[in-house]
């Protein structure tokens, strides 16, 4: 199993940037990549970033390209999500997630999940 628990939310204001975190645990070891997904109150889940842990390949989802770094720690086992220029369609909860696989960007093929972190942007 993998534990999964993510930092770094809180309410900010538009153009304002903030850093999530987080964190693996476990069988780490079984992991291919991390990603990041949101969730906003009556939307489908949306995929923002993922990275694989071993050659770092990444991607950004178009919304938020631009304004949205993923990157990762191997040695802390920590995914990191960059967000600037916090803009009013980004307010959701962040889900961190891994994958045991293959690098996708599909939430339903995510194997381990975080419980999230709240982000509030306020114009």
């Known amino acids: 199993q993998v534990q999964l628990v993510e930092s770094g939310g809180g309410l900010v204001q538009t153009g304002d940037s903030l850093r999530l975190s987080c964190a693996a645990s476990?069988?780490?070891?079984?992991?291919?990549?991390m990603g990041w997904f949101r969730q906003a109150p009556g939307k489908e889940r949306e995929f923002v970033a993922a990275?694989?842990?071993?050659?770092?390949?990444?991607g950004i989802a178009d919304s938020v390209k631009g304004r949205f770094t993923i990157s990762r720690d191997n040695a802390k086992s920590t995914v990191y999500l960059q967000m600037n220029s916090l803009a009013p369609e980004d307010p959701a909860v962040y889900l961190c997630?891994?994958?045991?696989?293959?690098?996708?960007?599909?939430?339903?093929?995510?194997?381990?999940w975080g419980q999230g972190t709240q982000v509030t942007v306020s114009s």
């Open positions: 476990g069988r780490t070891y079984s992991i291919y990549g």
């Open positions: 990275i694989s842990w071993n050659l770092g390949n990444s």
């Open positions: 997630a891994a994958i045991r696989t293959s690098w996708s960007s599909k939430w339903r093929e995510y194997d381990y």
